[in-house]
């Protein structure tokens, strides 16, 4: 089967000064679930590693894109990311962690690996793109994934695929809660 291809829609705010992410920190705290990812700036040498560029964090009704090479004072997002009451749906969380607790200092709590959900009940593909197409019936493009997520000004494109893949890991946590895969405290 075919499915159609799908992208996020809704409002994306790119967040590029400490005083925008202070300010919406304090509001996704009081978000009960949220869909997360990270991007990196892709490594073309051997040997050579980047630190993560960008945060997605997808609300009810704004996907965030904070921008970590632009923004100096990271303390609000380290609590939050930290904070174990709010859930952080995405899929292969482990090296998003690995690579964001050296920066912010801080290890990310309330974390849900939708990829080791649906592995645990089965599902043999589990990255995002497939588990998309699986429980949501919709195909989500990879295009930007390589491309320089440290660039000050991302372009429309890139802006689009990081709000996808948060607000799209954010539905999956959704439909695994309604599945009773995982609980939703």
């Excluded at 700036?41 to 590693?49: I, L, N």
């Excluded at 993560?52 to 921008?67: C, E, G, K, S, T």
């Excluded at 970590?68 to 004072?73: D, I, N, Q, R, Y």
Aim: hydrophobic share 45%.
């Amino acid at each position: 089967m075919r499915y159609p291809v799908r992208h996020y829609e809704g409002a994306v705010e790119v967040i590029n000064s400490d005083e925008r992410l202070a300010t919406i920190c304090t509001r996704l705290r009081a978000e009960p679930y949220l869909g997360f990812d990270t991007e990196t700036k892709p490594s073309f040498r051997r040997g050579q590693v980047h630190p993560p560029a960008l945060v997605q964090l997808a609300a009810r009704d704004v996907v965030y894109l904070i921008q970590l090479s632009v923004v100096s004072h990271l303390v609000p997002l380290a609590e939050l990311l930290g904070n174990e009451a709010v859930v952080k749906a995405g899929v292969a969380l482990e090296q998003d962690v690995a690579a964001l607790t050296p920066v912010l200092s801080v290890r990310p709590a309330g974390l849900v690996d939708l990829g080791a959900v649906a592995q645990r009940h089965g599902v043999k593909q589990s990255g995002l793109r497939n588990l998309t197409a699986l429980f949501l019936g919709f195909r989500i493009t990879k295009g930007p994934r390589t491309s320089n997520w440290a660039r000050r000004q991302l372009s429309p494109a890139q802006i689009r695929y990081a709000a996808t893949d948060a607000w799209v890991s954010r539905l999956l946590y959704e439909h695994f809660c309604e599945r009773g895969w995982v609980r939703r405290d």
